[in-house]
T-cell receptor
Framework: TQLLEQSPQFLSIQEGENLTVYCNSS?????LQWYRQEPGEGPVLLVT?????EVKKLKRLTFQFGDARKDSSLHITAAQPGDTGLYLC???????????FGKGTKLSVIP | DTGVSQDPRHKITKRGQNVTFRCDPI?????LYWYRQTLGQGPEFLTY????????KSRLLSDRFSAERPKGSFSTLEIQRTEQGDSAMYLC????????????FGPGTRLTVL
């Protein structure tokens, strides 16, 4: 059983469309991080959310941490081809130092 | 550039050979982590150092794997008697503080075992 479930697993959209990626768990996380990874490279940190209900914006990307700190979402407005990549959510369960990753959402933005 | 660096970026080896990877964390980061990532999966935790002490090892880390961080700076991950199932991306990350701290990843070492 995957501790962090990401959906959808694959997403192919046209440039200019909006999209939302979800990261869900039955466990409580003390923090969640979102990374983007390109083929052959390591994950690059986008944002860390710590407080339940927290919303963070990074240009066209909006990240939300669920009130109960069990889930998170990433919303991209007006997607661009440069947004293409694997989006990974990762979190620390309360009391643990191990970072647990979801399987990722592979996003393709078609020009 | 003061990010996490890994060497080599790619390694192709024959089954049964030994390989060693190096990771240089961000300077002043006390914590260093190793992960393995296979196709279609997110990174999976292998082991973790606080300074030079190896504090935790995942059950994924068989006795063919050994990691060191001798002076609390760079780290090495050695795989002995490689198997085809060891083929994966090996990622290193570092963080400044204990616990729920942001981890910064290196570019990874892609291992292919023939």
């Amino acid at each position: 059983t995957q501790l962090l479930e990401q959906s959808p697993q694959f997403l192919s959209i046209q440039e200019g469309e909006n999209l939302t990626v979800y990261c869900n768990s039955s466990s409580v996380f003390s923090s969640l991080q979102w990374y983007r990874q390109e083929p052959g490279e390591g994950p690059v940190l986008l944002v860390t959310v710590v407080t339940g209900g927290e919303v963070k914006k990074l240009k066209r990307l909006t990240f939300q941490f669920g009130d109960a700190r069990k889930d998170s979402s990433l919303h991209i407005t007006a997607a661009q081809p440069g947004d293409t990549g694997l989006y990974l959510c990762a979190g620390y369960r309360a009391g643990s130092y191990q970072l647990t990753f979801g399987k990722g959402t592979k996003l393709s933005v078609i020009p | 550039d003061t990010g996490v660096s890994q060497d080599p970026r790619h390694k192709i080896t024959k089954r049964g050979q030994n390989v060693t990877f190096r990771c240089d964390p961000i300077s002043e980061h006390n914590r260093l982590y190793w992960y393995r990532q296979t196709l279609g999966q997110g990174p999976e935790f292998l082991t973790y150092f606080q300074n030079e002490a190896q504090l935790e090892k995942s059950r994924l880390l068989s006795d063919r794997f050994s990691a060191e961080r001798p002076k609390g700076s760079f780290s090495t991950l050695e795989i002995q008697r490689t198997e085809q199932g060891d083929s994966a991306m090996y990622l290193c990350a570092s963080s400044l503080r204990w616990g729920a701290d942001t981890q910064y990843f290196g570019p990874g070492t892609r291992l292919t075992v023939l």
